[in-house]
């Protein structure tokens, strides 16, 4: 099967849920695939988004590139409605002093319908995310 990035709204993802919104910088840059576009937080932590697939996938790969993000917190569901998270992964990332960051994360158990990203902390006031991308596979549809 082919590998393709789920993450990308052309692939029919698309961010259900965030817990900021800047006009100028949308949650739904973060899937747009364009890496000039992001999203950025409005301050206090936690913030979250959700990335909904309309599929069940398979995850072997993340790779998020951010900027200030300190401490992630990476949780799935494989429900048909955005309930149910488990905790899959958290990682510390490193400070990078104004370069962006750029963490790729080998998944393991990595089926989901949903994902939930939870910056807990952040180096800075703000933080931002200029996109996720999830290599694997599509396992099948959601059936009505």
């Known amino acids: 099967m082919r590998k393709i990035d789920l993450c990308l709204s052309s692939e ?14 949308p949650p739904e840059n973060i899937i747009d695939g ?7 937080t409005t301050g206090m932590f936690p913030q979250e988004f959700i990335i909904c697939f309309h599929k069940h996938v398979r995850i072997e790969r993340l790779i ?13 569901s494989t429900s048909k409605e955005p309930v149910d998270f488990e905790q899959w992964i958290e990682k510390d990332l490193v400070h990078t002093g ?3 960051q750029n963490e790729e994360i080998v998944a393991r158990d990595g089926s989901a319908t949903y994902l939930r990203f939870i910056i807990v902390s952040a180096f800075d006031h703000f933080a931002s ?11 099948s549809n959601l059936s009505s």
């Open 12 to 25: 029919g993802s698309e961010v259900i849920l965030a817990t900021s919104s800047d006009e100028k910088h």
């Open 34 to 40: 364009n890496p000039e576009t992001f999203w950025t």
């Open 64 to 76: 998020i590139q951010s900027y200030f993000v300190q401490t992630l917190k990476i949780e799935k």
């Open 98 to 100: 104004g370069q962006l």
């Open 129 to 139: 995310v200029h996109s996720v991308s999830a290599e694997g596979t599509v396992v």
